[in-house]
């Protein structure tokens, strides 16, 4: 090299497969899903597995395959069912496309989970990853698996800064992984890629000095962990005031409304009320929620305390009250149904954790 010439940062080193197959046999967390290749199982793990922790999600998975052990069980169940064993796993629409996608594999495909891309993508709360996630681990399928865990693996060894957890970003990364894919273990390399990501890879000090890609890896080769994949802007989480009524008739019976199917927490069961409009007090909330959704009139408030819950878009502060109604009978005006019953009998219906949390103001 010439005097003054710039040292070129040598290209990429060829993806170590084997060593990072190699790690995962010998460091692989147990995780119930893994002792097993039901492809029901499986997809009931991806699906819960989303946006949710691996120590939550355990006994969820456990109880809910106790309840619901094949997915001909999960497609004869009532939504009403699925939705009370899912209860406080959050992300609620989950389990409802779960539960549709059981009873159109039953419908459609015999019972039988579709073995190739397209028809699994036609079943609902099914995207390009938990189709993959699918068919590499339970069928061996030679196709990519890339959740949030693997992208940022990839992103960091490849130093792609600007990939995006978007369709066209999954596709970016699914290209290079489907280079090195081993056809006779693809299931095992995607997990191992995921694993990687969960356990050593972290978002936050990664503990690259355990890495199998250590060697090989840019981002680390270049001290520049921290920028791959680029850190999303934090947005400013807002506050919702909501407003729930605990109202009982004379035979000391509790009203209760289901929500819509579709929108936040969907079919799930609450206390009469909702969202406060801008400028409005809650006890202006109150009245107004209860009529639009039972078509009853506040007469009588008493307030009662606060439930503070947080969501993924906004946190809840829900007010709670004790209330007489105007004579008359409860009708659904602004909710799927709604029943007075046996406050003991409320356990028996699925509600979220901040409306189950209202309830324990009951007198």
């Known amino acids: 090299m010439s005097h003054g010439a710039r040292s070129r940062e040598p290209e990429c080193a060829p993806f170590p497969v084997w060593r990072l197959l190699s790690w995962y046999r010998m460091n692989c967390r147990s995780l119930p899903w893994r002792e097993t290749?039901?492809?029901?199982?499986?997809?009931?793990?991806?699906?819960?597995?989303?946006?949710?922790?691996?120590?939550?999600?355990?006994?969820?998975?456990e109880r809910f395959l106790q309840r619901f052990p094949t997915l001909c069980d999960l497609a004869r169940a009532t939504e009403e069912d699925v939705l009370q064993i899912w209860e406080n796993l959050g992300y609620y629409n989950?389990?409802?496309?779960?539960?549709?996608?059981?009873?159109?594999?039953?419908?459609?495909?015999?019972?039988?989970?579709?073995?190739?891309?397209?028809?699994?993508?036609?079943?609902?709360?099914?995207?390009?990853?938990?189709?993959?996630?699918?068919?590499?681990?339970?069928?061996?399928?030679?196709?990519?698996?890339?959740?949030?865990?693997?992208?940022?693996?990839?992103?960091?060894?490849?130093?792609?800064?600007?990939?995006?957890?978007?369709p066209k970003g999954y596709r970016c990364l699914a290209d290079r992984v489907m280079r090195i894919l081993p056809a006779s273990q693809p299931g095992c390399f995607n997990q191992a890629l995921m694993e990687l990501g969960a356990t050593l890879c972290r978002s936050r000090k990664p503990l690259c000095d355990l890495c199998p890609l250590l060697e090989q890896c840019l981002a680390r080769r270049r001290g520049q962990t921290d920028f791959f994949p680029m850190p999303a802007k934090?947005?400013?989480?807002?506050?919702?005031?909501?407003?729930?009524?605990?109202?009982?008739?004379?035979?000391?019976?509790?009203?209760?409304?289901?929500?819509?199917?579709?929108?936040?927490?969907?079919?799930?069961?609450?206390?009469?009320g909702g969202f406060a409009e801008r400028e409005e007090t809650p006890f202006q909330a109150l009245k107004r929620t209860v009529?639009?959704?039972?078509?009853?009139?506040?007469?009588?408030?008493?307030?009662?305390?606060?439930?503070?819950?947080?969501?993924t878009h906004f946190r809840l502060c829900l007010h709670i009250f004790t209330g007489k109604v105007s004579p008359g009978e409860a009708k659904r005006t602004g909710c799927a149904d709604c029943r007075w019953i046996d406050p003991k009998a409320i356990g028996q219906l699925p509600f979220s954790r901040a409306d189950r949390l209202a309830g324990n103001h009951l007198p």
């Not at 499986?42 to 998975?61: D, F, G, H, K, R």
């Not at 605990?246 to 936040?264: A, E, M, T, Y």
């Not at 639009?292 to 969501?311: D, N, P």
């Open 291 to 311: 009529t639009e959704e039972v078509g009853l009139r506040i007469i009588e408030a008493s307030f009662q305390g606060t439930v503070k819950h947080a969501y």
């Open 37 to 61: 290749r039901d492809p029901y199982r499986i997809w009931l793990s991806e699906i819960m597995l989303q946006q949710t922790q691996v120590a939550t999600v355990i006994p969820y998975y």
């Open 234 to 272: 934090k947005k400013i989480t807002p506050v919702r005031t909501a407003v729930a009524a605990l109202i009982r008739d004379d035979r000391g019976c509790v009203l209760v409304v289901k929500r819509p199917p579709s929108g936040l927490l969907g079919s799930l069961w609450k206390f009469p």
């Open 94 to 166: 989950r389990a409802r496309q779960l539960h549709r996608a059981a009873r159109m594999v039953v419908e459609k495909f015999g019972g039988e989970i579709p073995r190739d891309f397209d028809n699994l993508l036609r079943l609902p709360g099914i995207g390009a990853y938990t189709a993959g996630a699918i068919l590499s681990i339970a069928f061996g399928a030679t196709v990519p698996a890339i959740d949030g865990n693997a992208r940022r693996v990839l992103c960091r060894f490849y130093a792609l800064p600007g990939v995006n957890a978007d």
